[in-house]
């Protein structure tokens, strides 16, 4: 157990749709991490906040955003679902003053018909 | 984009067999970190290697990191079914409060029982 819990597990929706996925980082870890995962681009880096505020941002759709609130915990939100958003979308923490290991949720798979 | 590139994509070997990894990056790091993914689960943080290190052992696990040729190698000794597993590296640059990784799109190793 890594510590860091996402919900929901499993998520099927319709194209057009939003989704909220929801992430709550290791006790005591500021930055939180989101991750998309899909067979034919692997493992891609969609945004960081640490303590509140947004560090970094992948190479994402201006349909992905996140936020990370005051108790830290962490929502990715996905508007207007496509099809190609069907994927695994991990969310992960770490402490900024450690070496960058990364404590990865289960992940959220999220199928769009 | 893909800073770590591991080969080969995929390995298929028989248990009691080393399993061999290679990983391949672009620019300069703080450290070089490999995960294990098993299927559909979340990534787990195997070992890490500072740019200042040559070699690192933990367990059944040898990774070595060359910075002028800019690889890493990891090797999986004695290798056994639970083995199996996709197995990715990490490139890490840290600044100040911010720590960057960056995934390969990994590797499927595959131990035959």
């Known amino acids: 157990d890594s510590g860091v819990t996402q919900t929901p597990k499993h998520l099927i929706t319709a194209t057009g749709q939003r989704v909220t996925l929801r992430c709550s980082p290791r006790?005591?870890?500021?930055?939180v991490y989101w991750y998309q995962q899909s067979l034919d681009q692997g493992l891609q880096f969609l945004i960081q906040y640490y303590n509140g505020e947004e560090r970094a941002k992948g190479n994402i759709l201006e349909r992905f955003s996140a936020q990370q609130f005051p108790d830290l915990h962490s929502e990715l939100f996905v508007s207007s679902l496509e099809l190609g958003d069907s994927a695994l979308y991990f969310c992960?923490?770490?402490?900024?003053?450690?070496?960058?290991?990364?404590?990865f949720g289960e992940g959220a798979r999220l199928t769009v018909l | 984009s893909q800073q770590g590139e591991e080969d080969p994509q995929a390995l298929s070997i028989q248990e009691g067999e080393n399993a061999t990894m290679n990983c391949s990056y672009k620019?300069?790091?703080?450290?070089l970190q490999w995960y294990r993914q098993n299927s559909g689960r979340g990534l787990v943080h195997l070992i890490l290697i500072r740019s200042n290190e040559r070699e690192k052992h933990s367990g059944r696990l040898r990774v070595t990191l060359d910075t002028s040729k800019k690889s890493s190698s990891l090797l999986i000794t004695a290798s056994r079914a639970a083995d199996t597993a996709s197995y990715f590296c990490a490139t890490v640059r840290l600044t100040g409060a911010n720590s960057k990784l960056t995934f390969g799109k990994g590797i499927t190793l595959s131990v035959r029982p």
């Open positions: 620019t300069s790091i703080n450290n």
């Open positions: 992960a923490s770490n402490n900024h003053r450690a070496t960058g290991e990364l404590f």
């Open positions: 006790s005591g870890d500021l930055s």
